[in-house]
Structures are given as structure tokens and as C-alpha cells.
């Protein structure tokens, strides 16, 4: 099996609207779903929801 199968790149973006983004790795046989997670968003100066953009 190929690696990026199981682990494919996503990006998640701020829902903020501040543009920001981050890249990482996600699981796909345990989350299926889209990823949304609290993370700090330095154009924002706060922590704020990013959520997985296909």
C-alpha cells in the first residue's frame, strides 16, 4: 500500500477568514469525517477553528 492511502496531506484552513493555514497528516481509517481542530491563528493573535479543506 502506498503511504499517502491510509495518511493523506490536508490543509487546514482558518475559519477566522484570516487566509492562514496549516498542512499535516490525518488518518483516514479512523477519521473519515473532516478534521476541525482549535489551533492558534497568529494573523488573529488567538486560537480559532481550523477545518480540513478537500
Same mark, same amino acid.
Not at 487566509?19 to 478534521?35: A, F, H, I, M, W
Given at each position: 500500500?502506498? /503511504?499517502?492511502?491510509?495518511?493523506?496531506? +490536508?490543509?487546514?484552513?482558518?475559519?477566522?477568514?484570516? *487566509?492562514?493555514?496549516?498542512?499535516? !497528516?490525518?488518518?483516514? /481509517?479512523?477519521?473519515?469525517?473532516?478534521? +476541525?481542530?482549535?489551533?492558534?491563528?497568529?494573523?488573529? *493573535?488567538?486560537?480559532?477553528?481550523? !477545518?480540513?479543506?478537500?
Amino acid at each position: 500500500m502506498a /503511504r499517502n492511502d491510509v495518511r493523506p496531506v +490536508v490543509t487546514l484552513r482558518s475559519t477566522a477568514g484570516t *487566509g492562514y493555514s496549516y498542512v499535516t !497528516r490525518k488518518n483516514r /481509517r479512523t477519521n473519515g469525517d473532516r478534521l +476541525v481542530l482549535r489551533k492558534f491563528d497568529p494573523r488573529l *493573535g488567538a486560537h480559532a477553528e481550523f !477545518r480540513e479543506e478537500r
